[in-house]
């Protein structure tokens, strides 16, 4: 990750953030505190590399306030949740919603940090494959509209003569689109154009 990954604490009992902020940079983290939900999302820290360590109850947004709205926005940051026995229940829910993990309060050092460096590489596998699938489609928008057609064909298993038969093309012509098609999308087999066709359609 060419950024250092960030722990992003919200909560809005200072105490408990405190406590948290000084125990993670002990451990080496990079942390930064925020005391509300609001307050997170008016910082605009939530594309940058890292988790989120959140509170399930807070005052105005609450936890799961903060998940949907960044779910809403297309934000991907993994989220553990910080929430008492009661809130079992509620974090399930948010696990279910895409959350990493949720930890118990009293939280547990060792346990918090384990989450969090599963977060980090959770996030960064996230930010490659995503950085692979928007060069992939990328350079699928640089074919034409015919060739985006013999490339749905190919990739289905269809021969050349099939599919210029599909497309009332001769098959030359096929051979001719499917050897751009291959340039284009940087492919070096067809194996490689199913992969890439199935990143970025389905």
Not at 49 to 75: H, K, N
Request: glycine share 6%; hydrophobic share 45%; with cysteine.
């Amino acid at each position: 990750m060419s950024e250092q990954a960030t722990v992003f604490i919200v909560d809005d009992d200072e105490g408990m953030r405190e406590a948290l902020d000084w125990s993670l940079r002990k451990e080496g983290l990079r942390v930064e505190s925020f005391p509300s939900a609001e307050a997170f999302l008016g910082a605009g820290r939530a594309a940058r590399p890292g988790c989120l360590v959140l509170d399930v109850r807070m005052q105005g947004m609450s936890g799961l306030d903060l998940q949907e709205a960044l779910t809403a926005q297309g934000c991907e940051i993994p989220i553990i949740f910080i929430t008492g026995h009661a809130d079992i229940p509620t974090s399930v829910k948010a696990i279910k919603a895409g959350a990493v993990d949720f930890v118990e309060k009293p939280v547990i050092r060792a346990v918090l940090i384990e989450r969090i460096y599963e977060a980090f590489s959770k996030d960064e596998i996230g930010r490659r494959q995503r950085a692979v699938r928007a060069a992939t489609l990328a350079r699928y928008q640089t074919l034409t509209a015919r060739e985006r057609q013999v490339l749905e064909l190919v990739t289905k298993g269809l021969s050349n003569k099939e599919t210029a038969r599909a497309l009332a093309i001769s098959p030359r012509t096929v051979e001719n689109h499917r050897a751009r098609i291959m340039t284009a999308m940087q492919a070096d087999s067809l194996v490689d154009l199913c992969q890439m066709t199935s990143l970025i359609l389905n």
